[in-house]
């Protein structure tokens, strides 16, 4: 089973300012990588998919990057709708297509 | 529109049976592999299992093979996910998520709003 562990826990960012969040592998998964967004009380929401595509309708200001192990997720621009927490998945390898703890993003 | 809607809240007790649904509107759905993800209260998402309502084919994670079963009617377009005997552990948010592609390796596009179980005695 690939475990995915995300990095860091916890991470406080300015409004305006730059979030960077990470996510690694245990074991290459290409680029067979998804982030979701999970804002209070709603369901999760796809935001990039194949490690750097973006969903349909998701901000230019997302972006992703990586393959094999390493992968990021960058904010460019923190806003306050942005507030939630983020996970990773992998879907190389099943079952599971297992997904990382999570990074929780709050404005510092 | 592409929608996964599903059933309501459910308050169980242990050892009780459950059988909750998926049903999915606007696109063919026996085509697409339909998922499911627990999240407990507080906690992370967690891959369950997956079913292709074509033929059928299920996969489940490790961690839940034996403990739920899935299923589908494509004559209604729904998915399930049921329980024999509920235990207090099974208290959680459930979500069932569609691939966005026709491959069986693919991101969960388009979620439904979420099932809560609860269980306690």
């Known amino acids: 089973e690939i475990v995915m562990t995300q990095s860091p826990a916890t991470l406080s960012v300015s409004l305006g300012e730059k979030a960077t969040l990470s996510c690694r592998a245990s074991?290459?998964?290409?680029?067979?990588l998804a982030w979701f967004q999970q804002r209070p009380g709603q369901a999760p929401r796809l935001l990039m998919y194949?490690?750097?595509t973006r969903a349909t309708g998701i901000p230019a200001r997302f972006s992703g990057s990586g393959s094999g192990t390493e992968f990021t997720l960058t904010i460019s621009r923190l806003q306050s709708e942005d507030i939630a927490v983020y996970y990773c998945?992998?879907?190389?390898?099943?079952?599971?297509?297992?997904f990382g703890q999570g990074t929780k993003l709050e404005i510092k | 529109e592409v929608q996964l809607v599903q059933s309501g809240a459910a308050v169980k007790k242990p050892g009780e049976s459950l059988k909750i649904s998926c049903k999915a509107s606007?696109?063919?759905?026996?085509?697409?592999?339909i998922g499911w993800v627990r999240q407990m209260p507080g906690k992370g998402l967690e891959w369950m299992g997956i079913?292709?309502?074509?033929?059928?084919?299920?996969r489940y994670s490790p961690s839940f093979q034996g403990q739920v079963t899935m299923s589908a009617d494509t004559s209604i377009s729904t998915a399930y996910l049921q329980w024999s005997s509920l235990k207090a552990s099974d208290t959680a948010m459930y979500y069932c998520?569609?691939?966005?592609?026709?491959?069986?390796?693919?991101?969960?596009?388009?979620w439904g709003q979420g099932t809560m179980v609860s269980v306690s005695s």
């Open positions: 079913i292709y309502p074509g033929d059928g084919d299920t």
């Open positions: 194949d490690a750097s």
């Open positions: 998945q992998q879907y190389n390898d099943w079952p599971p297509y297992s």
């Open positions: 606007g696109y063919d759905f026996p085509i697409y592999w």
């Open positions: 074991q290459n998964v290409a680029s067979d």
């Open positions: 998520a569609r691939h966005m592609g026709l491959s069986r390796r693919g991101a969960f596009e388009i």
